[in-house]
């Protein structure tokens, strides 16, 4: 089975989504509240550092060995590269969400829209999606910049795995 991309007929539905999200995204950062670090998010802080600085806490019990964290180390070097730019963490997580934000509503947007709904509920609903809500054990959408943690990152790219399996993988069955 090959993959082709044919493109759309007219791309000013796409392009007047992008600028209605990115109004969106810059709307919801400027009413995100000042951030404060979780605890989850010091607990990254910490394996950050020792990571930068191995002879930190050699004598704390839990984080004397964090070889056990090693997965989250593409994020905090994201984050470290991030600080540099923005001048702190507090500043890097509250820009991750207007990030985060765009490209999961603009994703879901895709999503919707390919499946041959109106551009209006397309947006509407792909706004919709982004709401902050407790799922089972868990959290589903953005979250403001307090709750920012690696899995709210790799979040955004859910929209377009459905939308590849929408597209190419349901057409196999």
Known sequence: MSITFSPPASWAPYATAAAVIFAG??????LAVPNMLSHDQLHYEVIRLKVQQPDLFIRDPLFADTSYQRHYIPFLDLLARVNRSTGGSENSYRLFVPLAFFVFTFGMFLFLYAQGISLAISIGV????????????????????????????????????FLLFYRYAARAW
Not at 25 to 30: D, I, K, P, R, Y
């Open 25 to 30: 995204a810059l709307f919801v950062n400027a």
């Open 126 to 161: 792909a706004f919709l999606s982004t709401v902050f809500i407790r799922v089972l054990m868990d959290y589903f959408g953005i979250p403001g910049p307090s709750d920012i943690v690696p899995r709210f990152l790799a979040l955004p790219l859910y929209p377009y795995l």
